[in-house]
Antibody, heavy 120, light 110 residues
Framework: QLQLQESGPGLVKPSETLSLTCTVS??????????WVWIRQPPGKGLEWVGG???????FYNPSLKSPVTISVDTSKNQFSLKLSSVTAADTAVYYC????????????WGQGTLVTVSS | QSVLTQPPSASGTPGQRVTISCSGS????????VNWYQQLPGTAPKLLIY???QWRSGVPARFSGSKSGTSASLAISGLQSEDEADYYC???????????FGGGTKLTVL
């Protein structure tokens, strides 16, 4: 079955760039029916959609985010990545990568999540 | 402040029926389907109900979803202790071009 796994540093300094990678296994990232998303959850708070990417490279981001976001895809490695620039403490969260259904936007499955703390 | 509005908490006793509401607007729930997620303590969220009222494979029929206008609801009948979790509604928002979530409802089984 399809599985997703986040990887990257657990600690990032303020004003630096947060970088995470999601590795997809058990299926191809080049599916025409789905796209790939990042969702985050600050400690003790609710879910926030960061953005998504289609295998062709088309992206869409949450306009409410204060830090600049870039999501990219590497189909040869079956991976997609997240970069969040100029981070602040408000970007401290568990970051989940997941698969979303095109046009219907339901998200399934999710990765286990990785906690990223922004602190000096 | 979340774009979709959910009650922060809900509770019920085993066997009872509980309903969780989700209120939005014409740009999200009013024009797109609603999905519901369950997040058990310390774990990643899981898809529960998609496209307003469709069960994800493996989800018991005790869970049901509905939508009317700009609101949606999740009903859980025959409440069980293992249903104690946070529940989130979500929908695509045509104005933001993004998925928006509700703030989440913490369900307690008394």
């Amino acid at each position: 079955q399809l599985q997703l796994q986040e990887s990257g540093p657990g600690l990032v300094k303020p004003s630096e760039t947060l970088s995470l990678t999601c590795t997809v296994s058990g299926g191809s990232i080049s599916s025409s029916s789905y796209y790939w998303v990042w969702i985050r959850q600050p400690p003790g708070k609710g879910l926030e959609w960061v953005g998504g990417i289609y295998y062709s490279g088309s992206t869409f981001y949450n306009p409410s985010l204060k830090s600049p976001v870039t999501i990219s895809v590497d189909t040869s490695k079956n991976q997609f990545s997240l970069k969040l620039s100029s981070v602040t403490a408000a970007d401290t969260a568990v970051y989940y990568c997941a698969r979303a259904k095109l046009e219907l936007h339901w998200v399934d499955p999710w990765g286990q999540g990785t906690l990223v703390t922004v602190s000096s | 402040q979340s774009v979709l509005t959910q009650p922060p908490s809900a509770s019920g006793t085993p066997g009872q029926r509980v309903t969780i509401s989700c209120s939005g607007s014409s740009s999200n729930i009013g024009s797109n389907t609603v999905n519901w997620y369950q997040q058990l303590p310390g774990t990643a969220p899981k898809l529960l109900i998609y496209s307003n009222n469709q069960w994800r494979s493996g989800v018991p029929a005790r869970f049901s979803g509905s939508k009317s206008g700009t609101s949606a609801s999740l009903a859980i009948s025959g409440l069980q202790s293992e249903d104690e979790a946070d529940y989130y509604c979500a929908a695509w928002d045509d104005s933001l071009n993004a998925v928006v979530f509700g703030g989440g409802t913490k369900l307690t089984v008394l």
